[in-house]
């Protein structure tokens, strides 16, 4: 037999391939396959994308109103609008409804559901924000029940449709973290930073925002969601917010000659 030496050809010696060792193996069985946690986890990601479609995309929240009054008119004023008006409603308003939500959800106890929804609409005190959140809140639970075909979803639209409930961007995100089995503080989180992530895409539309100066507010402000998740439970009674200056924008906003998004 000719030697690789005698032939003058060079063999190079290929180590076994690492995945294959015995150690790589068991390295493999060590990690995560996915799960329950991963499920619900992919889920919420998938809701508050802007691809999810809810309609949000197509609301400002009263932000296009401000901004044509000249009191929202650049990153400082817009930051301001976000640390005292978005934040105080996510923490005494939209958090504090769906923690109720998803906690009558475990029963169910529809009667709870209900009240709920109809309070979650009461607070809306312009019309536009009222149809707005209308809006946005059966086209989530609608989308939620035709994805995933859950009876409780369908059971909520059966509720809902027989008794008149209006609907809720708050009510359907904790009903949909019931559907997805994601714990409560991350279906807050999750609607923390819909919430944020959707005023913001609007007020690069309507300011001159770049999207670093956008990110760098977005990061600002969720640095306070763990202080507004943990503050979700407020009492029933004391569930509110009222913002005089953001609600006449709204209420003007309806009535202008121009406009840009729906609310």
Known sequence: MTSARATGIKVKRVAPNAADTPAASRRQADLPTGGPETDWLLGLLQAGDSFYPTGSYAHSFGLEGLVQQGVVR??????EFVLQSALPALRHT??????????????PDWERVGEI???ASALKTARESRAAAENIGRQRAELMAALHGHPLAQEYLTRAAAAAWPFS???SAALEGRVL?????????GITYAALAALLSAAMKLLRLGQNASQALLTEALSRAPALIAAAA??????????????????????ADSRMFIS
């Open 234 to 255: 407020t009492p029933l009674d004391e569930i509110g917010w009222f913002n005089p200056w953001l609600d006449i924008a709204a209420a003007r906003h309806e009535s």
């Open 169 to 171: 961007p708050a009510v």
């Open 94 to 107: 939209d958090l504090p409804l769906a923690a109720y939500v998803w906690r009558a959800l475990e029963t």
């Open 181 to 189: 089995g994601a714990p409560l503080p991350a279906v807050l989180a």
């Open 74 to 79: 650049d990153r400082a004023t817009l930051r």
């Open 117 to 119: 929804s109809v309070l």
